[in-house]
């Protein structure tokens, strides 16, 4: 039923009590819309407003109920407030809230929403350091609230495929290659480049959640060389190597860069012990084995976020993988550092 409600050109489904005032409302209609929870955006940055904000006007398990915004930016007619705590004291009939802050103010935000009843979607990365998000998961399970730590690139079809080839035939090689431009996926957001914003390993870490997900056996990193623009707080460029207890040592390693302006290269390669060579093309949206391409769908990653969010709610369950958040921070610790040119948007 993805995004084919009938309904969608007659009025936007995203309005604040969208069946309010609408005439005629078929009786379907109204028990759909009246079945949709009521969800609150934290941080209407770049990613709300390219996918969280469209995505949940289509879903038919969600309703964007108000936002949160430093700057007040709304959506459609639904309230705003400049603070979670007017949030949750103006609208105590909202349960869930969708965190799309930038990773360093995090932890303390989902700490307040879990203290004001809220089941909460993070954005990724969680949080910038590992104990953090340890502490939020146990947090979240004191407090009997759902944690959902999102993952957008774990949500494709040819992922899910290429988890299956590689348990079945192993690894004898594996290549991750990320490269895009920082101007055009994050234009002037100067966050990137402070202590705890990431730098490179913030889209790297995308390439991280699909190699942690796909591995047949535990990958840890050995070796990890960081480029810093010599003006700025976090890397431009990261290599790893990562290593594992496999007795035929497989090779594995990884390249992130942020100055790539032909366009985005978002690829993971593969020889498989059985000696075919599997590709994940386009961020994961595409697989290749022996260069034919087995499965290639449009992008819906975050379409399947809310679907995954819908069914931990109905399981009450949370799900909070930490298996990116570690490799890169263990990049981190074991990287050496070297100073490149400086950086200007
Ligand atoms: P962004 O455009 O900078 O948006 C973040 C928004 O959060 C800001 O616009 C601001 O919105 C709010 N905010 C709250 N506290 C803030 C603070 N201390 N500093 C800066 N902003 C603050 O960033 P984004 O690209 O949307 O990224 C947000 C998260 O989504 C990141 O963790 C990123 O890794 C992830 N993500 C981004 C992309 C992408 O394509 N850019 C893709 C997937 C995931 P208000 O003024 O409305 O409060």
């Known amino acids: 039923?993805?995004?084919?409600?009938?309904?969608?050109?007659?009025?936007h489904p995203g309005a604040w009590h969208p069946a309010a005032g609408i005439v005629n409302c078929p009786p379907d209609l109204e028990e759909f819309l009246?079945?949709?929870?009521?969800?609150?955006?934290?941080g209407v940055g770049k990613i709300a407003q390219d996918q969280h904000l469209p995505v949940i006007d289509k879903s038919e398990d969600f309703v964007v109920a108000?936002?949160?915004?430093?700057?007040?930016?709304?959506?459609?007619?639904?309230?705003?407030?400049?603070?979670p705590a007017e949030l949750y004291r103006a609208m105590p009939e909202v349960k869930l809230v969708a965190v799309c802050t930038p990773p360093g103010v995090r932890h303390a935000i989902v700490r307040e929403a879990i203290d004001a009843g809220m089941d909460v979607l993070m954005e990724k990365p969680p949080t910038p350091t590992v104990s953090e998000l340890d502490d939020l998961v146990a947090y979240a399970k004191k407090k009997k609230k759902i944690l959902f730590q999102t993952w957008h690139s774990?949500?494709?079809a040819a992922v899910d495929q290429a988890k299956k080839l590689l348990k079945r035939d192993g690894i004898k090689s594996l290549r991750i290659d990320w490269r895009e431009s920082v101007r055009k996926w994050h234009p002037g957001q100067d966050w990137v480049w402070e202590p705890g914003g990431f730098g490179v390993?913030?889209?790297?870490?995308?390439?991280?959640?699909?190699?942690?997900?796909?591995?047949?056996?535990?990958?840890f990193v050995e070796s990890a060389?960081?480029?810093?623009?010599?003006?700025?707080?976090?890397?431009?460029?990261?290599?790893?190597v990562f290593?594992?207890?496999e007795k035929h040592q497989p090779k594995m390693s990884a390249g992130f860069n942020w100055l790539e302006e032909s366009g985005e290269i978002w690829t993971i390669s593969v020889e498989t012990e059985k000696g075919d060579q599997i590709k994940l093309e386009k961020g994961g949206s595409v697989l290749r084995v022996n260069g034919v391409v087995k499965v290639e769908k449009p992008s819906e990653e975050y379409e399947g976020i809310y679907e995954r969010f819908a069914e931990l709610l109905k399981k009450?369950?949370?799900?909070?993988?930490?298996?990116?958040?570690?490799?890169?921070?263990?990049?981190?610790?074991?990287g050496s550092r070297e100073n490149v040119d400086a950086f200007e948007w």
Do not use: W
């Not at 108000?66 to 959506?75: E, K, N, Q």
């Not at 060389?225 to 790893?240: C, R």
């Open 201 to 219: 390993c913030d889209p790297g870490i995308n390439a991280l959640s699909i190699f942690s997900k796909i591995m047949p056996f535990p990958a």
């Open 66 to 83: 108000a936002t949160v915004s430093l700057r007040g930016l709304g959506h459609d007619n639904v309230p705003v407030f400049r603070t």
């Open 316 to 334: 009450n369950k949370s799900d909070v993988d930490a298996a990116p958040l570690r490799l890169v921070a263990d990049a981190f610790l074991l």
């Open 34 to 42: 009246v079945a949709r929870k009521k969800i609150a955006i934290i």
């Open 243 to 245: 290593k594992s207890d």
């Open 154 to 156: 774990q949500y494709n």
């Open 1 to 11: 039923m993805r995004g084919s409600h009938c309904y969608q050109p007659i009025f």
């Open 225 to 240: 060389q960081l480029k810093f623009p010599s003006n700025k707080q976090t890397p431009v460029d990261v290599e790893i």
